[in-house]
């Protein structure tokens, strides 16, 4: 379970498990969260995939940046994600991973309902 308390305006804590995260001004706005949802949802999936191809992933820097409509609601248009990944692994089967780990993200596959998704992987 989650718990978002606010105080004093748009000045809020984020409890999960065993973390707490500053909310709002001076802290995560709600795409900050939302590009962490997905850059996790879709990173677990990706490590899921390059286990199967046999990738050994020593770890990965996952780069979202997003631009939402002009309209209300102000939805997504268009996401770019970059995995810049530290894998001895060809870059065409880190790219795959990538691919199969779009196809089954719960983040990407909603976000990409309202969004144009665009995404690539490179070796560090």
């Known amino acids: 379970m989650a718990l978002v308390q606010f105080k004093d305006g748009f000045k809020g804590t984020y409890e999960a498990g065993n973390q707490t995260l500053q909310v709002g001004d001076g802290g995560l706005v709600p795409y900050d969260m939302t590009y962490g949802a997905l850059s996790a949802c879709l990173y677990s999936n990706f490590l899921k995939h390059a286990k199967a191809a046999g990738a050994d992933i020593k770890g990965t ?33 880190l790219q795959d991973c990538l691919k199969k780990a779009t196809e089954t993200c719960s983040m990407f596959q909603t976000i990409a309902c309202v969004a144009e998704m665009e995404y690539r992987a490179e070796k560090k």
């Open 61 to 93: 820097d996952v780069y979202v940046d997003g631009r939402k409509r002009s309209g209300v609601p102000a939805t997504l248009e268009h996401v770019d994600i970059l995995f810049r990944v530290d894998s001895d692994a060809d870059e065409a089967v």
